[in-house]
């Protein structure tokens, strides 16, 4: 098998092999064309007679636009027709997720739509084909974390207080959201990216012929979301504080959720994924943090009674942020790994680019209008 799988590397077949449609872009590619009745469509690769770009070249699958696939089995990427929107669309198995429709809606209409304190997604539409489970229809978002990272302490505190924001928000309105994890925490990215991008190769333009045009969170700001209501449920304040069983996402580190028994009270539960969100991704990884050891270790006790309620940790992280200086806020985050040569060149750039900012009265902490 192995002196096989070398041959066919040895013979440049295995990357258009790799191109090709797989079983879980089929489920798609069979719905295309329900799909641009309901007004969406799909990219050419899953359009029906779809030929590859690189048959009879030299060209890598890779490197071609119509060789992306999509590798999450209930996410696609679309436009919407009517106005070229660039939407994510998501099959809803309400198995999976019994109530993150009606979660997704409680929170996409109003009273609660409108509100700037409600940092969930805004579900665009619900596609109902003939015989399926509903395609739940989304803005095309950005992961907070990653590309491009956060380049200052003044852009972590307004990712940090925007979600914190939003999850407090959604308690106040007695739903947990059990998964807000760093997966989960998402960007807009309508105003960093004005040409958007490609949905599979993000760092590529829409239509992959160059890079994406950027701009910074500094330049640009921001609004940051939470997605992915499949384990969020609504508890009824009338019948006391909750006790529910165990859902493990994607943070499976919860202490009341080690035995996978326990009945326990989800609220506390989202008060330690964020804050484990800071100290797994940031805390560990880069310097300058230590403003937050105090607040995250209370975030993260094991006993989540002594955890802070998201209305203290919105206040104290209030009170934390007005004692950074505008100093610390615009200085660069950088790695704990980060060679000493390489610091220095991006230091440099660094503050040529904050001497621009301030010239241009960018704030130090980019909130979006």
Not at 130 to 150: A, C, G, T, W
Not at 178 to 183: L, N, V
Not at 258 to 277: E, M, S, W
Not at 296 to 313: C, G, I, L, N, S
Request: hydrophobic share 35%.
């Amino acid at each position: 098998m192995a002196q096989e799988f070398l041959d066919r590397l040895d013979n440049h077949t295995l990357g258009r092999e790799l191109g090709d449609i797989d079983p879980v872009e089929t489920w798609w590619v069979e719905r295309q064309e329900a799909l641009e009745q309901a007004g969406y469509m799909l990219r050419p690769r899953y359009r029906p007679g779809w030929k590859p770009s690189w048959a009879g070249t030299k060209k890598e699958y890779f490197r071609c636009e119509d060789g992306q696939k999509k590798y999450w089995r209930l996410n696609m990427d679309a436009t919407r027709i009517s106005d070229g929107r660039a939407v994510m669309l998501k099959r809803l198995l309400r198995e999976e997720g019994p109530y993150e429709l009606q979660i997704n809606q409680l929170f996409s209409t109003e009273p609660l739509h409108s509100n700037p304190r409600n940092h969930c997604v805004h579900l665009l539409d619900v596609i109902e084909l003939p015989n399926e489970s509903p395609i739940l229809v989304h803005p095309l978002l950005r992961q907070s974390f990653r590309k491009p990272p956060l380049q200052t302490f003044g852009e972590f505190v307004a990712l940090f207080a925007q979600i914190c924001e939003g999850v407090q928000f959604m308690h106040e309105n007695h739903v947990a959201h059990r998964d807000c994890t760093f997966a989960n925490i998402m960007l807009d990215p309508s105003n960093m990216y004005p040409e958007s991008f490609h949905p599979v190769r993000i760092s590529r333009s829409k239509d992959f012929r160059h890079k994406a045009k950027a701009y910074s969170r500094t330049r640009r700001p921001t609004r940051y979301l939470l997605i992915d209501f499949g384990l969020s449920r609504y508890y009824d304040p009338a019948n006391g504080p909750p006790l529910d069983k165990p859902l493990r996402g994607g943070d499976k580190s919860a202490p009341e959720h080690q035995d996978g028994k326990t009945l326990c009270n989800p609220f506390p539960t989202d008060v330690y994924y964020l804050g484990n969100v800071v100290r797994g991704y940031l805390m560990k990884k880069y310097h300058g943090f230590e403003f937050m050891e105090s607040l995250v270790a209370d975030m993260v006790q094991d006993d989540p009674t002594r955890r802070p309620k998201m209305d203290e940790v919105v206040t104290r992280f209030l009170e934390i942020k007005d004692k950074l200086s505008t100093w610390k806020l615009r200085s660069r985050i950088v790695r704990q790994d980060e060679i000493w040569p390489l610091a220095v060149w991006r230091s440099f750039g660094h503050w040529y680019r904050t001497v621009g900012y301030v010239l241009g009265r960018k704030a130090a902490i980019p909130e979006p209008k």
